[in-house]
Nanobody, 120 residues
Framework: QVQLVESGGGLVQPGESLYLSCTAS????????MGWFRQAPGKERELVAR???????DYADAVKGRFTISKGDAQNTVYLQMNSLKPEDTAVYYC??????????????WGQGTQVDVSS
């Protein structure tokens, strides 16, 4: 079973920055995509940013130019640098990873979520 552990959420003022991290553990043979989604109260979960196999990235239009996703050297960790935060970025941020375990079973795992609040 693949587990994802997130860290780095918190309360900040508009214009400030936060840095999220997520590490995947378990019997993983490959991770094809890893990234971040968010869900604000009363809204559906949406993609924020993700890294796909071979390093290509995908960002939501709302965060382009402000957020940067990157992977750690171990390839099972993903980071999200969030700059110039806005109140509309307030949400629970979830890490997601898709890939294969050592038994060649596909996985699509989620972290427990970390709260990001942007408020003055």
């Amino acid at each position: 079973q693949v587990q994802l552990v997130e860290s780095g959420g918190g309360l900040v003022q508009p214009g400030e920055s936060l840095y999220l991290s997520c590490t995947a553990s378990g019997s993983i043979i490959s991770i094809n995509a890893m990234g971040w989604f968010r869900q604000a109260p009363g809204k559906e979960r949406e993609l924020v940013a993700r890294i796909i196999t071979y390093g290509s990235t995908d960002y939501a239009d709302a965060v382009k130019g402000r957020f940067t996703i990157s992977k750690g050297d171990a390839q099972n960790t993903v980071y999200l640098q969030m700059n110039s935060l806005k109140p509309e970025d307030t949400a629970v941020y979830y890490c997601n990873a898709v890939g294969y375990e050592t038994n060649f079973r596909a996985f699509d795992s989620w972290g427990q979520g970390t709260q990001v609040d942007v408020s003055s």
